[in-house]
């Protein structure tokens, strides 16, 4: 009770053996943890507290601390995507007109396109406009799911904390993220949600590629076009700056010289292996034919004029003597100099050469080698001075072709200049090209796409934000949490961490597509990793998440506080990127799932499951055989995960009527990993609150030795609380937060409300035991 400071105590029993142990309950607008206040302050707010009282087995009490926060990130997580988006759409714009010439036909569609992204960033810009302008509590309620201007917000993002004091032990805490299932409220479910619309979309795209003379390329091959074009972005800069630091390190030691050599090597390895994709290869080729004035090899009535790498400027023949003689050849090379190719050296009216572009890619390599070659040669002969021992070396050929003229420090330092130059000319070159047929690959992916395409790039943008937003939030705490944890950490570094979305939703109805949309979201979080950086200041604001990247790969940076920065492991320190494996589990438990069950199709759950579990057990093999079981919590239950994993896989094929087990051992194994725990229903109110909670008294149960005779009373007096006027509220519902505790119930809603659903669904069994009956004798 000492932790409270800042709250004030609405409410304090006099008598403990009230049927509802409530010690007291506040509602304060700050996070009172003992070790990580002020850090988590900065990201969770307007707490709601409640403490009770309970009996153990021993007959001993136990404290039970329940903290419900709301969350920064429902709101600045998004506004962050949507700027985002709106930069890589109008990059996007850029990289299509930069792609040059091309014939009528596809400069139609290119503009076509244009127009396309131009309507999407309009819109999104309209969107950050109002997002800017909100004022209010930091989550969406569930009565704003279908405004437009919210539509990247999630549905009732909370965090949930239960903190469990016992005598002669230390203090438990158990942590779950509610929030509403990730869809598109807004564009509605009547057609399906993202599983089903993507689907048809890919059939159909087939054939409107055809109808616009485009080559159809399958989901996984633009994937991988928006990948190399991810890579060649970061590559490139990255290779040349690394090119620089080469140049200036040859005035320091070798140590730092060769440290700086090998990172260019690996970096520059990275770049050759992502161009030697086929599907460059086959991208040049229809790039090259989309240019006005093309002729085909049948149409070419001329002997072909193969244009070679070799045929085009870029590198001076100085540098090419240089390679020559660092690979102890005196003659030049025929075929495969490092030459780079420029990208506007691609020929419009000629045949194409089509191995050039292997030509082309190798130069980098041998570029690369002319490097590591003439670094070698620059350090034997810096060895062989010391001795004091005259040696010829390459750059007599550069500069007097004299083989009698020793290398001085200035010919040393002009030599590796000029090999890393031509490294850096032949990097950029070739990136160019590579980036220009990639994004013509788009550019046919975009023009082969109806106008259905465009609202299901908004629809996946809506619903990856509202699941980002809820994995940012989850990571955030469940990291806090673990500050002082020295194996998490280990495994936070080393295997990344699971996150379990556990989803009540019906596979009935509108909810088949809440949930269609739901599976999409949680799998494109694939795409995301993290990385912990030092905060400028502790200032809140710079304790704020921010988030970096495109489509297909963004980075969630989380900074922490100087002193608990210091704390880390190196690995974190530096910057290592995170993985967070999502995994989903749905069970639909709802009168509709009911509805389901008996007369519909629940194949959409069974496959989701079936899926999550087969990724659940790839993450455990690989914790296992990368962290000791020592970095993972204790749990008075000795159950193994292999043991508890193994009856998931079970009961993940077993046929059975809404089978809760699921839920209950993929959290348990969750928990067992050092996981984060995520509850969704529709909008995360009755359902993801009757599952919390009924969650924490199991652990109370099972991890904390709660009396039998109090664990249906532990359950009913954490889903009310006893007010000051003595009456029954709810506090499953999070919209209603600190404003519920402070008003009175009512006692005749309820019960109303109660008697009109029940009637309703006293007719529609009716209905469908008479239809039943019919058709049975029938």
């Known amino acids: 009770m000492g932790e409270i400071e800042d709250g004030e105590v609405d409410h304090i029993t006099a008598d403990m053996h009230q049927k509802c142990t409530l010690v007291y309950e506040s509602s304060h607008g700050t996070i009172n943890d003992k070790d990580n206040g002020p850090i988590m302050n900065s990201v ?10 309970f009996q153990t087995v021993d007959s001993k009490w136990m404290l039970v601390r329940e903290q419900m926060a709301e969350c920064t990130l429902s709101f600045s997580v998004p506004k962050q995507l949507i700027a985002l988006y709106i930069q890589e759409d109008t990059c996007r714009i850029q990289e299509l007109k930069d792609l040059g010439e091309l014939s009528p036909h596809w400069d139609n569609l290119r503009k076509d396109v244009i ?28 009565c704003s799911k279908g405004q437009k201007y919210l539509e990247f917000v999630p549905i009732n993002l909370h965090t949930q904390r239960m903190r469990v004091t016992c005598p002669r032990k230390t203090d438990s805490f158990y942590d779950v993220v509610t929030v509403g299932a990730p869809a598109s409220h807004s564009q509605g ?9 993507l689907s048809k979309y890919e059939s159909e795209k087939k054939s409107h590629s055809t109808a616009y003379q485009c080559i159809y390329y399958p989901p996984d091959q633009t994937a991988r076009a928006r990948e190399i074009l991810s890579v060649v972005s970061q590559l490139q800069p990255l290779i040349s700056a690394l090119a620089d630091q080469l140049l200036q390190a040859q005035h320091c030691s070798t140590e730092a010289l060769r440290d700086v050599l090998k ?8 770049f050759v292996h992502a161009l030697k994709d086929e599907l460059v290869k086959s991208a040049l080729l229809a790039l090259h034919a989309a240019r006005p004035g093309y002729v085909s090899k ?38 495969g100099k490092a030459t780079p190719v420029r990208s506007d050296s691609i020929p419009h009216h000629k045949e194409y050469d089509e191995e050039e572009w292997d030509r082309v890619w190798a130069s980098v390599a041998k570029s690369l080698n002319c490097v590591i070659a003439t670094v070698d040669k620059l350090q034997e002969q810096d060895n062989n001075n010391q001795e004091s021992v005259p040696c010829n070396t390459l750059a007599d050929v550069i500069t007097s072709h004299s083989p009698d003229r020793p290398l001085t420090a200035v010919d040393g330092r002009d030599q590796l200049g000029v090999v890393v ?23 046919q992916e975009a023009a082969g796409s109806s106008a259905q395409g465009l609202q299901l790039q908004q629809r996946r943008d809506t619903v990856f934000s509202q699941a980002l937003a809820a994995l940012a939030c989850g990571f955030v705490m469940r990291l806090y949490a673990g500050l002082e944890d020295k194996g998490f950490l280990r495994q936070l570094h080393a295997v990344g ?24 979201g949680i799998s494109d979080l694939h795409r995301v990793t993290f990385r912990i950086t030092e905060a400028a200041s502790e200032e809140a604001v710079s304790l704020q998440p921010t988030i970096s990247g495109r489509r297909d790969r963004y980075t969630v940076e989380v900074p922490l506080p100087h002193h608990a920065f210091q704390t880390l492991p190196d690995e974190l320190r530096e910057g290592k990127p995170l993985r967070v494996l999502p995994v989903l589990f749905n069970v639909g438990i709802n009168e509709q799932q009911t509805i389901a069950e008996r007369f519909g199709d629940i194949s959409l759950q069974e496959r989701i499951n079936q899926k999550n579990f087969e990724i659940l057990e790839g993450y455990y093999k690989s914790l296992t055989n990368t962290v000791p079981s020592e970095c993972l919590p204790c749990f008075q239950t000795q159950t193994d995960i292999k043991e508890l994993l193994d009856t998931l896989g079970q009961n993940v094929v077993t046929k059975k009527r809404k089978n809760v087990e699921i839920l209950w051992l993929a959290g348990m194994i969750c928990r067992r990993m050092n996981g984060i725990r995520f509850t969704s229903c529709k909008s995360a109110k009755d359902r993801t609150s009757m599952s919390v909670t009924l969650e924490q008294c199991s652990l109370l149960r099972d991890e904390h030795q709660l009396n039998k005779d109090y664990f249906v009373r532990a359950l009913d007096c954490m889903r009310s609380g006893l007010l000051a006027q003595g009456e029954v509220a709810q506090w499953d519902d999070p919209e209603a937060g600190s404003i519920a505790i402070n008003k009175p119930a009512s006692r005749h809603f309820y019960p109303i409300a ?25």
């Open 263 to 270: 990172s260019l090597e690996e970096k520059t390895d990275q």
């Open 44 to 53: 969770f707010k307007n707490a709601v507290c409640k403490v009770y009282r």
């Open 298 to 335: 049948s149409q070419s009535s001329t002997p072909s004029s193969p244009h070679k790498a070799d045929s085009h400027p870029g590198v001076t023949e100085e540098s090419h003597t240089v390679c020559n003689n660092v690979n102890g050849s005196q003659t030049p090379q025929k075929e």
């Open 115 to 142: 127009s396309r992204y131009d309507q999407i960033i309009k819109e999104y810009q309209d969107t950050l406009t109002e997002l800017e302008k909100h004022t209010g509590p930091s989550f969406k309620p569930s």
């Open 754 to 778: 109660l008697l009109l659903v029940s009637s309703h669904l006293l007719v529609v069994w009716l209905i469908l035991s008479l239809v039943f009956l019919l058709a049975k004798y029938q």
């Open 421 to 443: 130059q031509s490294l850096k000319e032949c990097v950029s070159a070739v990136a160019e090209r590579a980036r220009r047929s990639v994004i013509f690959v788009l550019l």
């Open 497 to 520: 961490l699971v996150a379990q979305f556990e989803s009540l939703l019906s596979t009935y109805s509108e909810e088949i597509g809440m949930l269609e949309d739901m599976e999409v």
């Open 189 to 197: 479910f009547k057609s399906g949600g993202l599983q089903k619309l």
